[in-house]
Protein backbone atom coordinates (compact mmCIF):
# COMPACT_ATOMS: atom_id res chain seq x y z
CA UNK A 1 0.00 0.00 0.00
CA UNK A 2 1.22 3.81 -1.19
CA UNK A 3 1.51 6.38 2.06
CA UNK A 4 2.15 9.74 1.79
CA UNK A 5 5.26 9.77 3.76
CA UNK A 6 4.94 12.89 5.45
CA UNK A 7 8.19 15.34 5.79
CA UNK A 8 7.72 16.82 10.07
CA UNK A 9 10.13 19.73 10.87
CA UNK A 10 11.64 18.95 15.03
CA UNK A 11 8.65 21.23 15.84
CA UNK A 12 6.32 18.59 14.74
CA UNK A 13 8.02 16.80 17.38
CA UNK A 14 4.90 15.51 18.99
CA UNK A 15 3.55 14.38 15.81
CA UNK A 16 6.05 12.07 15.12
CA UNK A 17 5.51 10.64 18.97
CA UNK A 18 2.39 10.25 18.57
CA UNK A 19 2.50 7.57 14.98
CA UNK A 20 5.06 5.70 17.64
CA UNK A 21 2.35 5.40 20.04
CA UNK A 22 -0.08 4.38 17.62
CA UNK A 23 2.10 1.29 16.81
CA UNK A 24 3.88 2.82 13.33
CA UNK A 25 7.18 3.30 12.34
CA UNK A 26 9.20 6.94 12.19
CA UNK A 27 12.79 7.76 10.50
CA UNK A 28 14.48 10.00 12.93
CA UNK A 29 17.78 11.68 13.12
CA UNK A 30 20.58 10.63 15.27
CA UNK A 31 24.58 11.66 15.47
CA UNK A 32 25.27 8.56 13.33
CA UNK A 33 22.75 8.18 10.52
CA UNK A 34 18.50 8.07 10.33
CA UNK A 35 16.92 5.32 11.99
CA UNK A 36 13.94 3.89 11.10
CA UNK A 37 11.93 3.58 14.96
CA UNK A 38 9.21 1.78 16.17
CA UNK A 39 8.42 0.65 19.61
CA UNK A 40 10.64 -1.93 20.83
CA UNK A 41 8.87 -3.40 23.14
CA UNK A 42 5.87 -4.12 20.51
CA UNK A 43 6.31 -6.84 18.03
CA UNK A 44 4.26 -5.52 15.34
CA UNK A 45 5.45 -2.10 15.34
CA UNK A 46 9.14 -4.07 15.13
CA UNK A 47 7.76 -6.04 11.93
CA UNK A 48 7.16 -3.05 10.38
CA UNK A 49 10.42 -1.83 10.60
CA UNK A 50 11.84 -5.05 8.97
CA UNK A 51 9.04 -4.90 5.76
CA UNK A 52 9.47 -0.89 4.87
CA UNK A 53 13.05 -1.46 5.05
CA UNK A 54 13.30 -5.12 2.77
CA UNK A 55 15.37 -6.22 5.66
CA UNK A 56 16.08 -10.19 6.51
CA UNK A 57 14.38 -11.18 9.76
CA UNK A 58 17.47 -12.62 11.02
CA UNK A 59 19.02 -9.03 11.22
CA UNK A 60 18.69 -7.72 14.66
CA UNK A 61 18.28 -4.27 16.01
CA UNK A 62 19.81 -2.00 17.75
CA UNK A 63 17.42 -0.55 20.72
CA UNK A 64 17.53 3.30 21.44
CA UNK A 65 17.37 4.51 25.01
CA UNK A 66 16.83 7.90 26.72
CA UNK A 67 19.18 7.43 29.22
CA UNK A 68 21.69 4.60 30.37
CA UNK A 69 19.56 3.70 33.45
CA UNK A 70 16.84 2.55 30.94
CA UNK A 71 19.12 -1.11 30.16
CA UNK A 72 17.69 -2.52 33.32
CA UNK A 73 15.10 -4.80 32.50
CA UNK A 74 16.52 -5.45 28.95
CA UNK A 75 19.58 -6.62 29.76
CA UNK A 76 20.57 -9.52 32.83
CA UNK A 77 24.01 -7.95 33.43
CA UNK A 78 26.14 -5.07 32.98
CA UNK A 79 29.83 -6.52 33.11
CA UNK A 80 31.69 -4.04 35.16
CA UNK A 81 33.98 -2.97 31.81
CA UNK A 82 30.85 -2.55 30.37
CA UNK A 83 29.72 -0.27 32.34
CA UNK A 84 33.16 1.61 31.97
CA UNK A 85 32.10 2.77 28.56
CA UNK A 86 28.89 3.60 28.98
CA UNK A 87 29.67 5.96 31.60
CA UNK A 88 32.44 6.99 28.98
CA UNK A 89 30.54 6.90 25.78
CA UNK A 90 26.86 6.83 26.40
CA UNK A 91 25.24 9.28 24.75
CA UNK A 92 27.05 9.02 21.68
CA UNK A 93 27.59 5.97 18.81
CA UNK A 94 28.60 2.97 20.99
CA UNK A 95 26.29 -0.01 20.92
CA UNK A 96 26.84 -2.79 23.58
CA UNK A 97 25.66 -6.05 22.72
CA UNK A 98 25.08 -7.40 26.24
CA UNK A 99 22.65 -10.65 27.10
CA UNK A 100 19.29 -9.46 27.09
CA UNK A 101 16.03 -10.47 29.28
CA UNK A 102 12.60 -11.84 27.84
CA UNK A 103 10.89 -8.43 27.92
CA UNK A 104 12.95 -7.95 24.73
CA UNK A 105 10.85 -9.31 22.27
CA UNK A 106 12.60 -12.34 20.03
CA UNK A 107 12.19 -10.36 16.50
CA UNK A 108 13.90 -7.56 17.76
CA UNK A 109 16.77 -9.82 18.28
CA UNK A 110 16.27 -12.11 15.28
CA UNK A 111 15.64 -14.60 18.32
CA UNK A 112 19.46 -14.37 19.97
CA UNK A 113 19.88 -14.37 23.52
CA UNK A 114 21.33 -11.16 23.17
CA UNK A 115 20.36 -7.64 22.47
CA UNK A 116 22.07 -4.56 21.14
CA UNK A 117 21.94 -1.16 23.02
CA UNK A 118 22.92 2.40 22.97
CA UNK A 119 21.84 5.89 23.94
CA UNK A 120 22.06 8.71 21.10
CA UNK A 121 23.46 12.02 21.09
CA UNK A 122 21.38 13.77 18.86
CA UNK A 123 18.94 16.54 20.71
CA UNK A 124 15.73 15.09 18.43
CA UNK A 125 15.94 11.89 18.78
CA UNK A 126 16.83 12.29 22.94
CA UNK A 127 13.31 14.27 22.93
CA UNK A 128 11.57 10.94 20.72
CA UNK A 129 12.78 9.04 22.93
CA UNK A 130 12.00 11.06 26.08
CA UNK A 131 7.94 11.76 24.57
CA UNK A 132 7.10 8.63 23.74
CA UNK A 133 8.74 6.70 26.95
CA UNK A 134 9.54 3.77 25.26
CA UNK A 135 12.58 2.11 23.90
CA UNK A 136 12.91 2.61 19.70
CA UNK A 137 14.39 -0.48 17.89
CA UNK A 138 15.91 1.04 15.05
CA UNK A 139 17.99 0.30 12.33
CA UNK A 140 19.21 2.56 9.34
CA UNK A 141 16.76 3.92 7.47
CA UNK A 142 17.48 3.06 4.24
CA UNK A 143 16.09 0.01 2.07
CA UNK A 144 17.85 -3.04 2.96
CA UNK A 145 21.69 -3.23 1.34
CA UNK A 146 21.50 0.41 0.22
CA UNK A 147 23.99 3.22 1.94
CA UNK A 148 22.53 4.60 4.85
CA UNK A 149 20.79 7.42 5.18
CA UNK A 150 22.55 10.91 6.40
CA UNK A 151 19.66 13.20 5.83
CA UNK A 152 15.66 13.46 5.13
CA UNK A 153 15.90 13.41 1.34
CA UNK A 154 18.13 10.12 1.89
CA UNK A 155 15.29 8.66 3.84
CA UNK A 156 12.65 9.81 1.40
CA UNK A 157 14.63 9.02 -1.80
CA UNK A 158 14.42 4.92 -0.21
CA UNK A 159 11.70 5.06 2.27
CA UNK A 160 9.19 7.64 0.38
CA UNK A 161 5.62 5.98 0.16
CA UNK A 162 6.46 3.08 2.24
CA UNK A 163 6.37 4.89 6.00
CA UNK A 164 4.29 7.19 7.64
CA UNK A 165 6.80 10.12 8.24
CA UNK A 166 10.53 11.51 8.32
CA UNK A 167 11.20 13.59 11.31
CA UNK A 168 13.86 15.74 9.43
CA UNK A 169 16.58 17.15 11.43
CA UNK A 170 19.34 17.79 9.06
CA UNK A 171 22.45 16.30 8.32
CA UNK A 172 23.57 13.82 10.79
CA UNK A 173 26.86 14.59 12.32
CA UNK A 174 29.42 11.38 12.22
CA UNK A 175 28.03 10.27 9.06
CA UNK A 176 28.60 6.59 9.82
CA UNK A 177 27.20 3.63 12.22
CA UNK A 178 27.66 3.04 15.11
CA UNK A 179 30.31 0.81 16.41
CA UNK A 180 29.18 -2.48 17.65
CA UNK A 181 30.76 -3.84 20.88
CA UNK A 182 30.24 -7.80 22.06
CA UNK A 183 30.22 -7.51 25.89
CA UNK A 184 29.17 -11.28 26.33
CA UNK A 185 32.50 -12.52 25.78
CA UNK A 186 36.22 -12.35 26.92
CA UNK A 187 37.64 -9.66 25.99
CA UNK A 188 34.97 -7.86 24.40
CA UNK A 189 34.75 -7.94 20.71
CA UNK A 190 34.52 -5.48 18.13
CA UNK A 191 32.02 -6.51 15.85
CA UNK A 192 31.47 -3.62 13.70
CA UNK A 193 33.90 -0.13 13.98
CA UNK A 194 31.92 3.00 13.86
CA UNK A 195 32.60 6.55 15.29
CA UNK A 196 33.90 5.57 18.61
CA UNK A 197 37.33 4.38 17.77
CA UNK A 198 38.85 1.22 18.59
CA UNK A 199 42.05 3.26 19.76
CA UNK A 200 39.82 4.69 22.08
CA UNK A 201 37.84 1.37 23.26
CA UNK A 202 41.40 0.41 24.06
CA UNK A 203 42.44 3.22 26.25
CA UNK A 204 40.03 1.75 28.63
CA UNK A 205 39.71 -1.72 28.29
CA UNK A 206 41.31 -4.92 26.18
CA UNK A 207 39.11 -5.17 22.65
CA UNK A 208 39.65 -8.22 20.29
CA UNK A 209 39.16 -7.02 16.51
CA UNK A 210 39.94 -9.54 13.83
CA UNK A 211 38.81 -7.75 10.37
CA UNK A 212 36.37 -9.29 8.10
CA UNK A 213 37.87 -11.52 5.64
CA UNK A 214 41.40 -11.82 7.14
CA UNK A 215 41.09 -15.07 8.63
CA UNK A 216 40.09 -18.65 7.15
CA UNK A 217 36.18 -18.04 6.82
CA UNK A 218 35.25 -20.97 8.70
CA UNK A 219 33.61 -18.63 11.49
CA UNK A 220 30.00 -17.52 11.25
CA UNK A 221 29.57 -14.39 11.77
CA UNK A 222 29.28 -13.10 15.20
CA UNK A 223 27.02 -10.03 13.91
CA UNK A 224 24.36 -11.22 11.67
CA UNK A 225 24.13 -8.00 9.74
CA UNK A 226 27.42 -8.78 8.50
CA UNK A 227 27.04 -11.66 6.34
CA UNK A 228 24.99 -8.87 4.15
CA UNK A 229 25.44 -6.68 1.55
CA UNK A 230 25.75 -3.41 2.28
CA UNK A 231 26.16 0.30 1.19
CA UNK A 232 26.04 -0.62 -2.88
CA UNK A 233 24.98 2.12 -5.19
CA UNK A 234 24.25 0.86 -8.70
CA UNK A 235 27.83 1.66 -10.12
CA UNK A 236 30.63 -1.07 -9.91
CA UNK A 237 32.53 0.17 -6.76
CA UNK A 238 36.33 -0.85 -7.03
CA UNK A 239 38.39 0.35 -3.87
CA UNK A 240 41.83 1.11 -5.15
CA UNK A 241 45.02 1.22 -2.40
CA UNK A 242 48.22 1.92 -2.30
CA UNK A 243 50.92 4.58 -3.89
CA UNK A 244 50.20 3.38 -7.46
CA UNK A 245 46.26 4.19 -6.93
CA UNK A 246 45.92 6.86 -9.65
CA UNK A 247 47.56 5.14 -11.92
CA UNK A 248 45.76 2.03 -11.94
CA UNK A 249 42.84 3.74 -11.83
CA UNK A 250 43.04 5.73 -14.98
CA UNK A 251 43.64 2.33 -16.64
CA UNK A 252 41.07 0.78 -15.67
CA UNK A 253 38.56 3.54 -16.61
CA UNK A 254 39.57 3.35 -20.41
CA UNK A 255 37.81 0.74 -21.32
CA UNK A 256 34.70 2.64 -19.82
CA UNK A 257 35.42 5.90 -21.29
CA UNK A 258 35.93 4.78 -24.31
CA UNK A 259 32.34 3.25 -24.08
CA UNK A 260 31.06 7.09 -23.33
CA UNK A 261 30.19 4.84 -19.91
CA UNK A 262 30.33 7.21 -16.82
CA UNK A 263 33.03 6.80 -14.75
CA UNK A 264 33.76 8.41 -11.20
CA UNK A 265 36.47 8.48 -8.46
CA UNK A 266 35.89 9.15 -5.26
CA UNK A 267 39.35 10.96 -4.07
CA UNK A 268 40.60 14.08 -1.42
CA UNK A 269 40.11 17.16 -2.54
CA UNK A 270 43.80 17.90 -3.38
CA UNK A 271 44.38 14.99 -5.89
CA UNK A 272 41.11 15.71 -8.47
CA UNK A 273 43.40 17.36 -10.75
CA UNK A 274 44.74 13.84 -11.24
CA UNK A 275 42.15 12.93 -12.70
CA UNK A 276 40.63 15.40 -15.17
CA UNK A 277 38.59 13.42 -17.54
CA UNK A 278 36.45 11.56 -14.88
CA UNK A 279 34.02 12.59 -12.90
CA UNK A 280 35.15 13.24 -9.14
CA UNK A 281 33.23 12.74 -5.89
CA UNK A 282 35.40 14.88 -3.49
CA UNK A 283 36.08 13.37 -0.36
CA UNK A 284 37.07 16.67 1.27
CA UNK A 285 40.72 17.90 2.69
CA UNK A 286 43.29 15.19 2.65
CA UNK A 287 43.58 13.74 5.54
CA UNK A 288 39.98 15.07 7.23
CA UNK A 289 38.91 11.71 8.24
CA UNK A 290 35.70 13.38 9.98
CA UNK A 291 34.82 14.99 6.85
CA UNK A 292 34.75 12.23 4.68
CA UNK A 293 33.01 10.12 7.35
CA UNK A 294 30.31 12.70 7.43
CA UNK A 295 30.13 12.60 3.19
CA UNK A 296 30.57 9.22 2.41
CA UNK A 297 26.98 7.99 2.50
CA UNK A 298 26.02 11.35 0.61
CA UNK A 299 28.85 10.77 -1.91
CA UNK A 300 27.71 6.78 -2.30
CA UNK A 301 24.23 8.09 -3.07
CA UNK A 302 25.33 10.55 -5.66
CA UNK A 303 27.01 8.20 -7.75
CA UNK A 304 23.67 6.95 -8.42
CA UNK A 305 21.83 10.19 -9.12
CA UNK A 306 24.67 10.77 -11.48
CA UNK A 307 23.99 7.64 -12.95
CA UNK A 308 27.85 5.74 -13.09
CA UNK A 309 28.69 3.07 -14.17
CA UNK A 310 31.96 2.21 -12.16
CA UNK A 311 33.16 4.46 -9.24
CA UNK A 312 37.01 3.99 -8.21
CA UNK A 313 37.70 4.80 -4.59
CA UNK A 314 41.31 5.68 -3.50
CA UNK A 315 41.35 3.46 -0.20
CA UNK A 316 42.61 5.70 3.30
CA UNK A 317 44.67 4.29 6.52
CA UNK A 318 42.66 2.12 8.57
CA UNK A 319 44.11 4.39 11.78
CA UNK A 320 41.20 5.54 14.32
CA UNK A 321 37.96 6.42 12.24
CA UNK A 322 40.04 5.35 9.57
CA UNK A 323 39.41 1.63 10.29
CA UNK A 324 35.14 2.34 9.92
CA UNK A 325 35.17 4.60 6.66
CA UNK A 326 37.21 1.51 5.01
CA UNK A 327 34.98 -1.32 6.53
CA UNK A 328 32.04 0.40 4.99
CA UNK A 329 34.66 1.16 1.55
CA UNK A 330 34.70 -2.82 1.30
CA UNK A 331 31.48 -3.78 1.53
CA UNK A 332 30.53 -1.00 -1.28
CA UNK A 333 32.75 -2.53 -3.13
CA UNK A 334 31.90 -6.25 -2.47
CA UNK A 335 35.60 -7.92 -2.43
CA UNK A 336 36.37 -5.78 -5.56
CA UNK A 337 39.68 -4.05 -3.75
CA UNK A 338 43.08 -3.85 -5.87
CA UNK A 339 46.32 -3.40 -3.17
CA UNK A 340 48.74 -1.31 -5.73
P1 LIG B 1 21.84 -1.24 11.58
O1 LIG B 1 20.89 -0.87 12.63
O2 LIG B 1 21.24 -1.37 10.22
O3 LIG B 1 23.04 -0.35 11.63
O4 LIG B 1 22.35 -2.67 11.97
C1 LIG B 1 22.54 -3.03 13.31
C2 LIG B 1 23.78 -3.85 13.45
O5 LIG B 1 23.90 -4.31 14.80
C3 LIG B 1 23.74 -5.07 12.55
O6 LIG B 1 25.00 -5.26 11.95
C4 LIG B 1 23.40 -6.18 13.51
O7 LIG B 1 23.83 -7.42 13.08
C5 LIG B 1 24.08 -5.71 14.80
N1 LIG B 1 23.42 -6.31 15.97
C6 LIG B 1 22.22 -5.99 16.46
N2 LIG B 1 21.90 -6.79 17.50
C7 LIG B 1 22.93 -7.64 17.67
C8 LIG B 1 23.20 -8.71 18.57
N3 LIG B 1 22.34 -9.08 19.51
N4 LIG B 1 24.38 -9.36 18.44
C9 LIG B 1 25.26 -9.00 17.49
N5 LIG B 1 25.07 -8.01 16.61
C10 LIG B 1 23.91 -7.33 16.69
MG1 LIG C 1 21.90 -0.54 8.38
Request: charged share 25%; proline share 8%.
Amino acid sequence: MELKTRHLTPEEIDEAAQILREGMVVAFPTETVYGLGANALDPEAVKSIFRAKGRPQDNPLIIHLAIAQQVEGFVQEVPPQALLLMERFWPGPLTLVLKKTEQVPDIVTAGLDTVAVRVPDHPVALELLRLTGFPLAAPSANRSGRPSPTRAEHVLADLGGLIPAVLDGGETGWGLESTVLDCTVTPFRLLRPGGVTLEELRDLVPVLYQAEGDGTGTEAPRSPGMKYQHYAPEAKVYLVTGDGAATKIKELSEPYRKRGEGVGVMTWDERAELYPSLTVLPMGPEGNFAALAHNLFHLLRQADILGLKVLFIEGVSEDNLGLAIMNRLRKAADQREIKM
